[in-house]
């Protein structure tokens, strides 16, 4: 178990400890090559960097083990970095788990996972209602996505994050749809159940998160639209025009983004749009200006992917 927080080191402190290596680099320069790691643990990231010992590249780095870090902190950039002194394999994990180093949802998975099937059960129509009911009675189905991430970076990004996203989603779907008679209920709350159940396919966490083949080759729109017809196949005379609006809400749920296979064209498909984009980019929002304000910043660092900073609070200490 890894027993030293990344987000508990201080400059200046020396580190002795099993992480996971997120990234690493072989890299030459004038007194012979180093190393350049990315590091992490259950509460955070760091980048390291190792000088001495580099000889080439190490036949067991790989992106997602586990090594046994000795070195020291220090700052580069005004961001902390350990400069490694020792880096060793680990060759049995069997006394680590993966929470040790992955994060996991603030929420209890339990709790979620009672109110995702009220929420389902709740459906009035019965079509919906079945297709979403064979989800849950796929048992392999149901589990993994009871504690997949959400996505490898951005939102969502931990133990548990797909149904933490997803039940956001579907609340706050229940909640809107009142508001707008015209839009059909059901409709909108199979689509949102459904549109990035593909994640459990396209990525993979053991002690770090990425994709995996199948998800870096298709994508979570095809791998739960793969999904979904399997689903629909099993119940006897399920409507095709029913089953056709349920992909069309799974296809066009990024809206106008590039990668998107078609854009909203109906009142559910843009519904669920905005609201699961607002809750991904206000679950990620919050984490960076938290992390500001845990380090005693005004204002979060640069982040490219929103191309702009992030208001902390005039007082982040407090």
Request: aromatic content about 8%.
């Amino acid at each position: 178990m890894a027993k030293i927080q990344l987000s508990e080191l201080q400059n200046g402190e020396d580190v002795s400890g099993v992480f996971a290596v997120t990234r690493f680099e072989f890299r030459d320069y004038q007194n012979g090559r180093y190393l350049r790691l990315r590091l992490a643990d259950a509460s955070g990231k760091m980048n390291a960097v190792m000088w001495d010992g580099v000889t080439g590249p190490e036949k067991w780095l790989k992106d997602g083990v586990l090594a046994h870090v000795s070195g020291r902190v220090g700052l580069y950039r005004n961001a902390p970095q350990i400069t490694v002194s020792a880096l060793r394999e680990i060759k049995s994990t069997d006394d680590f788990d993966v929470t040790d180093f992955l994060p996991v949802t603030p929420y209890n998975r339990t709790d979620m996972a009672i109110r995702l099937v009220e929420i389902i059960h709740s459906v009035p129509d019965p079509d919906y209602r079945a297709l979403m009911c064979a989800f849950l009675d796929d048992e392999g189905l149901f589990g993994a996505f009871c504690s997949q991430p959400a996505a490898k970076r951005w939102h969502h990004a931990h133990v548990g994050g797909l149904l933490e996203h997803t039940l956001s989603v579907l609340e706050l779907c229940h909640r809107v749809a009142p508001f707008y008679r015209e839009a059909d209920p059901s409709l909108l709350l199979c689509g949102a159940l459904f549109h990035d159940m593909g994640k459990i396919r396209e990525l993979e966490a053991s002690y770090t998160i990425d994709y995996t083949d199948e998800g870096r080759l298709l994508g979570h729109i095809l791998l739960v639209e793969l999904i979904v017809e399997r689903l629909a196949a099993a119940i006897p005379s399920f409507p095709q025009f029913k089953l056709n609006l349920v992909r069309h809400l799974i296809l066009s749920h990024h809206g106008e983004d590039a990668h998107s296979p078609c854009k909203p064209q109906t009142l559910e498909a843009n519904i669920l749009h905005y609201i699961e984009n607002m809750d991904a980019q206000l679950n990620a929002m919050t984490r960076e200006i938290l992390q500001a304000r845990r380090e005693g910043q005004t204002w979060s660092p640069y982040i490219p992917l929103l191309d702009r900073y992030l208001y902390a609070g005039g007082d982040a200490k407090d």
